[in-house]
């Protein structure tokens, strides 16, 4: 899968997801709509994590990248409004983006490695502990991952990473695929200190 070059739709969004990762959006805009379609029809569509921070601090990492997701769960608010659970495969650097008469995104995009794709069963740590609290005091949180890897230090790192409330462009510095251990580093600095 880390060699494919495919076109999909684009959905910028300031959404910190790393491989595994799962989380719910709301779609409304006619656009969004018809990327639903094409996208549950086809090979998902890619969460652009575009935010002005990064753009204008691009030293972590050159390229604009993405998560490229697969819809998982479609759901409707009680307002109507349709909800969709997307869970992330594989980070992609995106080459190029086209736009559609709708303005709805395209992009080129190819798979690119990240250590949370990497499975390592572990015992049980604090930073594991820790996580398994939040997700018990969190419905909505756990019920997004109803199996979840608390005994693998990667997913747990990288679900801290996708909840911890800090800004973007700190979070955009551990996408690079040898940042595990300065990952480990941060995150630990802010749960267990």
């Given at each position: 899968m880390k060699n494919l070059n495919v076109t999909l739709p684009i959905f910028p969004l300031p959404v910190f997801l790393l491989p595994g990762g799962v989380t719910k959006l709301r779609i409304f805009e006619p656009r969004y709509l018809?990327?639903?379609s094409t996208a549950?029809?086809?090979q998902?569509?890619?969460l652009w994590l575009q935010d002005k921070n990064i753009i204008a601090n691009e030293s972590s990492t050159s390229m604009p990248w993405g998560s490229w997701v697969d819809i998982i769960n479609f759901d409707q608010g009680d307002?109507?409004?349709?909800e969709i659970?997307?869970?992330c495969k594989s980070l992609v650097v995106i080459k190029s983006i086209a736009h559609d008469e709708n303005n709805l995104h395209f992009g080129d995009v190819s798979c690119i490695a990240h250590w949370s794709e990497i499975h390592v069963d572990m015992a049980k740590g604090r930073l594991s502990t820790s996580l398994a609290s939040?997700?018990?005091?969190n419905e909505r949180l756990d019920d997004l991952y109803p199996t979840k890897g608390l005994n693998d230090s990667h997913w747990v790192l990288a679900r801290w990473l996708e909840i911890l409330p800090i800004e973007l462009n700190v979070k955009n510095a551990f996408v690079v695929s040898y940042s595990f251990k300065e990952a480990k580093a941060f995150v630990e600095s802010v749960i267990l200190e």
């Open positions: 018809k990327m639903v549950s029809s086809g998902g569509f890619v307002d109507g409004i349709l659970d997307v869970k939040v997700f018990a005091e």
